[in-house]
């Protein structure tokens, strides 16, 4: 069974986990409303979707 000659630097531990982070969800604005939205979501204030209504908005 194959075992490490030496120690894994902190670099090339750091460099392979480079990619490992998580990414913040990137919000769009809504062409409806103007409010922030998750890219392909309906949009949770006023419930359009590609240009349609598709839900009722929530009553504040």
Request: proline share 12%; glycine share 8%; aromatic share 2%.
């Amino acid at each position: 069974m194959g075992v490490p000659k030496r120690k894994t630097s902190r670099s090339r531990r750091g460099n392979r986990r480079s990619h490992d982070r998580v990414n913040a969800p990137k919000p769009v604005l809504c062409p409806n409303c103007g409010e922030a939205r998750l890219p392909h979501h309906v949009c949770p204030e006023c419930g359009h979707y590609n240009g349609e209504e598709v839900i009722k908005p929530k009553e504040k």
